[in-house]
């Protein structure tokens, strides 16, 4: 969470803001299945920056709210994006080793991974989706890896976050 | 690290696990809700100012001719009016003479569409009205042609509407030209409804109107819902296959109607009626005692000798039914049985 002698801390928490907007604002109906997990593309990265101050508290915070908006179990979400960050952050040290299109594929199995997770949490509340098209949105998201990163990363340099 | 996550784990279970269990975390969501759910305002601002524009910059002759539409349909929607006015007359007397509980008019409010939830896989709305503007849970949401669907979560100024095409849903239906019953489930698709356990020889065909029926004691009776748009008899399966599509534009519409019926149980409502028609003859003719006077048979036209005949024979027995309802508190309490003349002559 964040500290009192960070800088510039209340970007982050901007870039969390605009993320929740994103993750319900209005799509056209095909591209509903392809929505990218917003969220988490945020959290992977901030937990990759800044992990003493973007952690799994944060996440399950966030997926709290996150579980207000989709009126899913109180839980559910908040589970999903603890997990997410918690395996961006045992795989922290490799990770910014890699280059950037190994790192889209990790973030491609974490987010696979997490839906899956999903998919067996929301079956249990008797929301089973009929098919495994929830696999999707772990693609586009790993796909939007690069530009997400790219962009923050300016971000991050530009307002000197730390 | 790894004992943090466990603990969060741990956590989330016992959260979901109260929260599907117990009614506990209601207050805490509907708080967080409060804020929340502004997001879903914010990210439907772009279209509502699209809209606003579009209003102020509309051109006159576009607006006119909108107008003059709009004239037309009112006109015709008044002239079936006329006749709704008689019909409903006419079945409020053919239900006294049967002696069976009266219709009673539902209230209805509107209501905007403010989101769509985000999960592709279900269907469900948000809507801009909520506990504090006296929603309830399971309440039926219209739209201009048919029945949408029902109120699942409430929220302070918003809920949630779950529509009749989730795969989850299903509502019991009736056949309008014959009163076959049925049961309507959602499929997942937008534009369908699956008829589930129809019997292969039973009367229904492709352009039928479904209402529905008002057993499941959730959605009011009448309300159009689907039009079965194919009937497919497979000899290999035990029961036909019957789809149907949604008269309602689920989505499409921006503006839903929230029916407001009353929560009485029908001898209350029974009560309530019986109370108020004796108010209501009592102030046609204070002196003589109402129930000699049963009101359907005069209203029986005397050409018909035949039908009248058999109306007389119900009457009494309406009109004993009265005197027995008719306790003290009919006289006592007038307030009570003043809003309940409104509610049914509405």
């Known amino acids: ?162 | 690290m790894g004992v943090r996550f466990l603990v969060l784990v741990v956590l989330s279970v016992a959260l979901m696990v109260v929260d599907a269990r117990f009614t506990l975390l209601k207050p805490v969501r509907s708080q967080m809700s409060l804020v929340l759910m502004q997001t879903y305002w914010i990210t439907d601002l772009p279209q509502r100012l699209f809209q606003g524009v579009a209003s102020q910059f509309g051109s006159r002759t576009e607006l006119a001719a909108e107008n003059e539409k709009l004239k037309t349909e009112n006109l015709l929607l008044q002239g079936r009016m006329q006749k709704l006015a008689a019909l409903t007359e006419q079945n409020v007397r053919l239900r006294e003479l049967l002696n069976s509980s009266a219709l009673v008019n539902e209230k209805v409010e509107v209501a905007e569409l403010i989101g769509m939830d985000p999960n592709p896989f279900t269907h469900r709305i948000i809507i801009n009205k909520g506990e504090r503007d006296g929603v309830v849970l399971g309440q039926p949401v219209l739209d201009a042609r048919g029945l949408m669907g029902q109120v699942v979560e409430l929220m302070p100024y918003t809920s949630r509407v779950l529509l009749l095409t989730d795969t989850t849903h299903s509502i019991p239906v009736q056949v309008n030209r014959n009163g076959l019953r049925a049961i309507a489930s959602g499929t997942g698709n937008p534009e369908r409804l699956e008829l589930r356990h129809v019997a292969d020889t039973a009367d229904i065909k492709e352009g039928d109107l479904l209402v529905s029926s008002g057993l499941g004691q959730r959605f009011p009776a009448g309300y159009p819902v689907a039009t079965v748009k194919e009937v497919i008899h497979d000899s290999g399966q035990p029961f036909a296959i019957v789809r149907a599509v949604p008269t309602a534009a689920l989505n499409r519409s921006r503006y839903l109607l929230l029916v407001f019926s009353d929560s009485r149980t029908p001898e209350e409502r029974a009560n309530d009626a019986a109370q108020a028609q004796e108010a209501e003859q009592k102030g046609e003719a204070p002196p003589i005692v109402p129930a000699t006077v049963p009101k359907p048979v005069t209203s029986v036209p005397a050409t018909a000798a035949p039908a009248a005949a058999t109306a007389v024979a119900p009457a009494p027995a309406a009109a004993e039914h009265k005197v027995v309802k008719k306790p003290a508190p009919a006289a006592a309490k007038p307030p009570a049985a003043a809003p309940a003349t409104t509610r049914e002559r509405q």
């Not at chain 1, 709290?64 to 908006?69: A, H, K």
Request: one cysteine or more; aromatic letters at 12%; proline letters at 5%.
């Open chain 1, 1 to 162: 969470m964040a500290g009192n002698h960070s800088r510039n801390g209340w970007i982050v928490w901007l870039t969390f803001a605009i993320g929740l907007l994103l993750s319900v604002s209005p799509l056209p109906q095909f591209m509903e299945v392809l929505r990218p997990l917003w969220l988490a593309l945020l959290l992977a990265f901030w937990a990759l920056a800044l992990p003493h101050k973007v952690g799994m508290v944060t996440a399950w915070c966030l997926g709290l709210t996150e579980d207000v908006l989709y009126g899913t179990l109180l839980g559910q979400n908040a589970l999903i994006l603890a997990l997410i960050t918690f395996l961006v952050l045992s795989l922290q040290q490799r990770l910014r080793t890699f280059p950037m299109w190994q790192q889209s594929l990790v973030i491609l199995v974490i987010f696979g991974l997490a839906q899956l997770a999903q998919l067996w949490l929301s079956a249990l509340t008797g929301n089973r989706q009929p098919t495994l098209a929830l696999v999707l949105p772990a693609l586009v998201s790993a796909l939007l890896w690069p530009w997400v990163s790219y962009g923050l990363r300016g971000l991050r340099r530009r307002f000197k976050i730390n």
